[in-house]
């Protein structure tokens, strides 16, 4: 004969039991996709024009945060007076010229900039009439058509009296645009970069905060490489109309 088996009845979870254990796997993912963000790729909106015509007002792009090194995920977290440094495991590593970085603002480091690279750690950087010289050396610029830029422009700025160019910085050409009604800052004493930090301007030379203005990147704060455009779409307001550009998908930030 077969000895009996004891059946144990089942106990059914309390509703408290039931929202604990919900919230802890809840949390399981968001510690899961916030590390994954911290530490891999992270997305950011553009709200601004200083990088057009590179970025547009309403690009949403994806930042590689894993760049310039390994970090420890949420080393680097910023919100109100909390402000930490990274700590990198391996492949710590600097930018090179011509790489469009997202940074914490050395002014208030819970804001996010991005910026294009201009000078590295030690080099000498000088601005004479709008035209940019690195190491004594002027960045080679060629005047280009902007009439596909104009199009794609959000509308505050369509009104400007603009040029547009390709700069060769490094390895890269990247393109950008001067207002030729703005001479408010044309130039920039020479100046020496110190160490750990970078030179950075906006694409839209004369309508972006920059290093001309309040000074140079620490290597500290650097967040990621922008890497493209995976969506970008403008909502209606008092300075631009709706504006959903399908076309800008997938669009390399060079």
Do not use: C
């Not at 090194?69 to 930490?84: A, Y």
């Not at 940074?103 to 940019?132: A, H, M």
């Not at 959000?154 to 160019?165: E, G």
């Amino acid at each position: 004969m077969s000895e009996p088996v004891e059946i144990t009845p089942e106990v059914s979870l309390t509703k408290k039991q039931k929202l604990i254990k919900e919230a802890k796997s809840i949390g399981i993912i968001l510690v899961i996709v916030f590390s994954f963000r911290s530490v891999f790729f992270e997305p950011f909106r553009i709200p601004s024009g200083s990088m057009i015509p590179t970025l547009m007002i309403g690009d949403f792009i994806l930042v590689n945060k894993f760049s310039y090194g390994f970090k420890v995920p949420f080393s680097d977290f910023s919100m109100f007076n909390i402000n930490l440094n990274p700590i990198y495991l391996f492949g710590e590593s600097t930018p090179e010229r011509g790489d469009v970085i997202v940074f914490k603002f050395p002014e208030e480091p819970s804001v996010n900039y991005i910026k294009r690279v201009i000078g590295l750690p030690g080099d000498t950087v000088e601005i004479r009439n709008k035209t940019v010289f690195i190491n004594d050396v002027e960045i080679g610029t060629k005047e280009i058509a902007g009439d596909e830029i104009m199009d794609d422009m959000d509308d505050k700025f369509k009104s400007s009296n603009l040029k547009f160019f390709e700069s060769t910085l490094g390895n890269k050409t990247h393109l950008m645009q001067t207002d030729n009604d703005n001479f408010y800052k044309v130039d920039y004493k020479k100046t020496v970069i110190p160490a750990g930090k970078y030179f950075v301007l906006g694409d839209n030379r004369d309508s972006s905060a920059d290093s001309r203005f309040w000074g140079f990147v620490p290597h500290e704060n650097l967040k990621g490489r922008a890497l493209f455009v995976w969506f970008s779409l403008i909502l209606p307001s008092s300075e631009n109309n709706f504006k959903f550009r399908p076309w800008r998908i997938g669009t390399p930030i060079i």
